[in-house]
């Protein structure tokens, strides 16, 4: 029996949680001795530089004058159907149910039923785009025509089959974090770039879209600042940032906000600092939260989606109903003044990094489910392949 799969992974290459899960997930089978296609239109940024295992395949959208807006979603399912007879692919992964599982189901249809799909349900597919009834009936077929679902925490389980009425089974596969990237990292030279001695360092790292209430992040710093000498620092860049730069500006808090824009190396960048803000109103998991806590940096943030799956209240962070800046800022202040209270949340934060979300357990319970849906023997050892 040939021990080995070739793998289709289509997810949005660019900055995003489940882009980032999706790639890393491809590299670990890779190194398994999986044979791993990555299907988009452009490079995963996570994918960086050349892998054993690993192939990328660029989809290119018809420039047909007939077409007002390029057919992306038609193109994207003739590519997966095209790799998938030339590569002999096993499984086609897909994260997010529209466009990908619907490019694979149709895929299928023109490969055959000897090609699998497996898909990924990471948030917005559900909490945004399953909300508009004109989408539901289309995200219900491509979930329900899926050989398997798998949903990255128990409330967007939750949420999946409330809003579509699935009964189907689902997965649960938490994210994870690679721990050899992800572990706590000295960047004290870093760190001094931006805070005095005994000062303290506050950090958010999203998209900043609506969602994330940033603007909740100011107004915990503003209060955390008040009695704790302490600076912010902000990375990415999003739709919201140019009001968040104008509120700053009006609070006075200038020369205390720092913002990095975009960075790659996030496990260093996030070791600067003593605590994570996330007071988003939904977050499906909190992939950052989970990336912090394996650099032993304890998350702050709000009871949404599946945040509390991940952060224990009291034991690897603190969570607080969404827009109550005050508790969360009560929080912070605890963590900051207590050493004893912030030295036993750091090291419960990599505890449970390591035992819980590891990236051993989750490529381990992705390959489970390849083999079930393929109803082939999963093999006692898949050998590491440098």
């Known amino acids: 029996m040939e021990p080995f799969l070739k793998i289709g992974i289509t997810c949005y290459p660019s900055l995003g949680g489940s882009g980032v899960v999706a790639t890393e997930l491809g590299k670990l089978l890779a190194e398994k001795g999986h044979e791993v296609h990555f299907i988009s239109h452009s490079v995963p940024f996570r994918l960086g530089s050349y892998h054993k295992n690993i192939f990328y395949h660029e989809v290119e959208v018809s420039d047909y004058y007939v077409f007002r807006y390029p057919p992306y979603d038609l193109s994207l399912a003739t590519k997966m159907a095209t790799v998938a007879k030339a590569q002999g692919l096993d499984i086609l992964h897909v994260h997010y149910a529209v466009p990908h599982a619907v490019c694979a189901f149709l895929a ?3 490969v055959g039923d000897s090609l699998k799909v497996v898909t990924t349900l990471h948030g917005t597919d559900i909490t945004v785009l399953a909300q508009d009834e004109s989408l ?23 949420e999946t089959r409330e809003v579509l009425d699935i009964t189907r089974d689902i997965d649960l596969t938490y994210n994870f974090v690679d721990e050899r990237v992800y572990y706590p990292r000295d960047a004290k030279s870093c760190r001094m770039d931006f805070a005095a001695p005994g000062e303290k360092v506050l950090m958010h790292v999203s998209n900043f879209r609506p969602v994330k209430r940033v603007s909740d992040v100011v107004d915990i710093f503003h209060r955390v600042n008040e009695q704790v000498p302490s600076q912010l620092l902000f990375v990415g860049e999003g739709p919201e940032l140019p009001k968040i730069q104008c509120k700053i500006k009006d609070l006075g808090l200038a020369d205390r906000v720092h913002f990095l824009g975009k960075q790659d190396d996030i496990a260093h960048v996030i070791s600067m600092a003593d605590v ?29 989606g599946g945040i509390p799956e991940l952060v224990t209240h009291g034991e690897t962070g603190f969570l607080a109903p969404i827009g109550d800046t005050k508790q969360m800022a009560e929080h912070c202040i605890a963590l900051l003044q207590n050493p004893d209270l912030a030295a036993r949340i750091r090291e419960a934060c990599l505890t449970r990094a390591k035992t819980e979300f590891s990236s051993e357990m989750t490529t381990a319970a992705y390959e ?9 023997q999963l093999p006692t050892l898949n050998p590491a392949c440098s």
Not at 278 to 288: A, M, T
């Open 108 to 110: 299928k249809q023109m």
């Open 136 to 158: 539901k009936d289309l995200i219900r077929l491509a979930i329900n025509e899926s050989d398997a679902v798998t949903s990255v925490s128990r409330d967007l389980m939750r």
């Open 276 to 304: 994570l803000l996330l007071p988003s109103e939904k977050e499906s998991f909190g992939l950052v939260a989970l990336e912090a806590m394996a650099c032993g940096v304890p998350t702050v943030g709000s009871v949404a």
């Open 368 to 376: 489970e489910i390849y083999y079930r849906v393929l109803n082939r």
